[in-house]
């Protein structure tokens, strides 16, 4: 469980193939504190495990599954930039939002409008999530917790603070880009449950 509060960006060094998994090293400082050989570890919002642990880096393997589900066979190159967020403390502070580190799909960038320091992203949305999304509800992109502030067919837009653009990867977006996004999983439980109480 994550809250989509990014501790810091992370570095890919390497990405290669071995066979149907692609084997991803990634340069860490804060987000290595504790992270041990098969821990979880949300990187631009996917919880992965981390299959090695050393000196400052972790590796992770991304099975096809993954692959097909999130950004990262167009996005993890070495020198990419990743936004890593270790796993919620029971006993710490709940800041966020709950998310899972399951990604529900692909968004495009459509704009980032510079407002001075602040800005503004525009995402489209699969239509199979659009409905998920709200005004004034979160959602994760890239796996950093967002308020949704509008809404139009097709898309949503959120608000980046400075703090957000500097210490994300969100402040490198660019029109016509992928993003991981993951829906409030609150929302899609209460569809569920209202859908077997019609039965």
């Known amino acids: 469980m ?19 998994v692609l084997v991803v090293r990634i340069a860490a400082t804060r987000a290595l504190a ?7 570890i949300a990187v631009s919002g996917c919880c992965l495990t981390a299959v ?3 000196g400052g880096s972790f590796t992770c393997e991304l099975t096809e599954e993954t692959l097909a589900r999130t950004v ?11 936004n890593l967020e270790r796993p919620m ?13 399951h990604v529900d799909g692909i968004g495009t960038v459509r704009a980032l409008r510079r407002q001075g320091a602040s800005a503004e992203l525009e995402v489209a949305v699969p239509p199979e999530l659009a409905r998920y999304v709200v005004e ?23 608000a980046l603070i400075p703090y957000t653009l500097e210490h994300t990867s969100l402040g490198e977006a660019r029109a016509g ?8 999983v609150i929302a899609k439980y209460v569809e569920r449950l209202l859908g077997e109480a019609r039965r």
């Open 2 to 20: 994550f809250t989509g509060i990014v501790e810091e960006t992370g570095v890919v060094t390497s990405a290669e193939r071995r066979g149907a």
């Open 34 to 40: 504790g992270l041990e050989r098969g821990g979880s």
């Open 52 to 54: 090695e642990v050393d």
């Open 72 to 82: 990262f066979a167009e996005r993890l190159r070495a020198g990419a930039r990743v």
């Open 89 to 101: 403390r029971a006993d710490g502070r709940f800041d966020g939002h709950i998310v899972q580190g």
């Open 136 to 158: 004034k509800g979160s959602i994760a992109v890239d796996g950093v917790s967002l308020t949704v502030s509008g809404l139009a067919p097709g898309l949503f837009r959120v």
């Open 177 to 184: 880009g992928p993003v991981n996004l993951e829906v409030d």
